[in-house]
C-alpha cells in the first residue's frame, strides 16, 4: 500500500478532487527540474514546481511483486524544461525522476508518491522527446557480475587500468570544421588512432563541458562517434584524452605497456574450440 496521509485519503475518496501530478527530475549534473500538471506553480517542500503544458506520461501501471513496471513521458522542448543540447550533451541520461500528487488546494495534506526511478532510452525530434521512465525495478534485470571476455573489461584510466590520463591528455584549438562529427586540428602530430576510443572534451565557448567519444583519428582529424549539439568553430579550445580499444597486443602491450592490469582473458578458447569435435576434424581453433 502507498503511503498516504488519512487526509489526503478522504480527498481521493470524495466524487471531486483537486489532484495534481507532480514531477521531479534530477539531472547527472545535479541541476533540478520541477514540473506540476495544476494550472499555476506550486511551492511544494521548499522547491517552486512550474506550470508547464506538453509534458504528458502514458498510462502508469503498477502491480505486486517484482516486475518491471515501465512507462514513457513525452514533452516539448523549451528552455525552461529540456533542450536538445541537453539531451544530446547526456545531462538527462540516467536522469532520476519521482512522480507524486497532491491537493493543490490545501498541500498540508501532503504526497503521495505514483513511482520513481531513472530515465532510460531517450528519443529527441525538432520540437519534442519521449522518455523511457523506469522503475526502481529495474534494476534487478540487469546482470551483476564478473564478465569473462578476450578483451579488457576495465575502464581506460579508472583504478583497476591504472594508467594516469593527466600526463597524456593533451589540450588544442580547432582549426578546421567539416561538420559537427569532424573535427580538424592542424597542430596534432599523433599517430594514426592514437585518439581512437578516446574521448573529445569542448574547454571554450557555448559548449563548455560537452564530451563525446572519438571514433577515429589520423592526420589531426577527429572524427566523433556522435555529433556535438551546436555547429563547433575555428578556435574553440578542447581536450583530448588518448582512447584505448582494449586489446592486448596492440593497446595494452604495445601502446600503454600496461600487460600487467590488463583485464581481459585473451587466451579464452572460442566458439570453434568450444563446440568443436575435440581436434579430430573442423576448424577447432
Known sequence: MKACSPEL??????GSTTISRQWRFERTDGEI?????CSRDLLYLGEVYRTKDGINPTAISQQVGAAVTNS??????SEDLATEAEFLSGLWDGCRYTIFEV?????SMGHMVIGSGTLGDLKVGRSAFTAEMRGIAQALQQTNGKVVTKNCTAQFGDDRCKVNLTPITVAGAVTGVTNRRTIAD???????DYFGAGLFRVTGGPMTGEEMEIDS???GVFSLVLPLSRNPEVGMTYEAVPGCRKRLAEDCRSKWVNVLNYRGFPNIP????VLGLGGTEGTNL
Open 9 to 14: 485519503r478522504a480527498h481521493y475518496a470524495q
Open 270 to 273: 572460442g566458439a570453434d574450440r
Open 103 to 107: 491537493n493543490y488546494r490545501d498541500l
Open 33 to 37: 527540474v520541477t514540473v506540476t500538471t
Open 186 to 192: 592542424s597542430s596534432r602530430a599523433e599517430p594514426s
Open 217 to 219: 583519428f589520423s592526420a
Open 72 to 77: 514513457e513521458a513525452t514533452g516539448t522542448l
